[in-house]
């Protein structure tokens, strides 16, 4: 299976940078590895791909199926302008007030309408059980057909942006978990991606581990490094 690489620009980036980052895609050649690129929305129409390897994706969709929703994004927006991916449950969004209940409705609005929901899940403190990380899981996918394959994202919120990654058997025992809470959830397979302080120094360590990929967050803006860091997975 191919792995996957997404990048996560937050609340980054100009018209300018992404015209570079987008010249710079566009050119780099992968054999085995899909990049799906998640801009802020406004700069989603800058993103003229013309990578097989690359796929458009978004940090957020709306929670509702009405249009009076100020501010918010639907999914037929989001279709017109190519994006295939929705990371959605990020911590930086459950921080501002994202509740599990609203992340299963905008997992539904995603499958509904043929879009790939990325789901964030990760424990806050290091010490905090593991579990806890389960049970997002199961909440995000409540009622969602069991023959889709979910992509889910483990991001411990104690290593976004701080620079402090968890050991290689804690990821590896994370990704087991949440493998074993999808089948017994009944879905047959599952994408699992690590998130949180990978840079060009430590990737290979986690891409040795047992996961499908990563969620790059600060690193993506460097487009050098990104590209090393894609081109180092691609060659495994
Ligand atoms: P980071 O962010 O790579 O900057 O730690 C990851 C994320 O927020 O998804």
């Not at 620009?9 to 570079?20: D, E, I, P």
């Not at 009405?66 to 927006?77: D, H, V, Y």
């Not at 290689?168 to 047959?188: E, F, H, P, T």
Request: hydrophobic share 35%; glycine share 6%.
């Amino acid at each position: 299976m191919p792995k996957v690489i997404v990048a996560n620009y937050k609340m980054n980036g100009s018209k300018k940078l992404y015209a570079t980052i987008v010249k710079k895609i566009n050119k780099l050649k992968v054999m085995d590895t899909r990049i799906v690129l998640c801009p802020p929305f406004v700069y989603l129409d800058e993103f003229r791909l013309k990578n097989r390897s690359v796929s458009l994706g978004c940090q957020d969709i709306t929670n509702e199926d009405n249009s009076k929703s100020t501010g918010q994004i639907s999914p037929s927006m989001l279709l017109e302008f190519r994006v295939k991916y929705v990371i959605v449950g990020h911590s930086e969004r459950r921080k501002l007030g994202e509740k599990d209940e609203q992340i299963n409705e905008k997992v539904k609005i995603c499958l509904n309408n043929g879009l790939l929901p990325i789901i964030c899940v990760g424990e806050e403190k290091k010490s905090d059980k593991l579990d806890s990380v389960l049970l997002q899981v199961e909440q995000a996918l409540k009622s969602t057909p069991k023959d889709t394959s979910p992509i889910i994202a483990y991001e411990p919120v104690w290593a976004i942006g701080t620079g402090k990654l968890p050991e290689v058997a804690r990821i590896n025992r994370m990704s087991k978990k949440i493998r074993d809470k999808i089948r017994d959830l009944g879905y047959q397979n599952c994408v699992v991606l690590y998130g949180g302080s990978v840079n060009k120094d430590n990737f290979k360590e986690i891409i040795s581990s047992e996961i499908d990929g990563l969620l790059l967050g600060g690193v993506s803006l460097r487009i050098d490094e990104f590209i090393e860091i894609v081109k180092g997975i691609d060659n495994e």
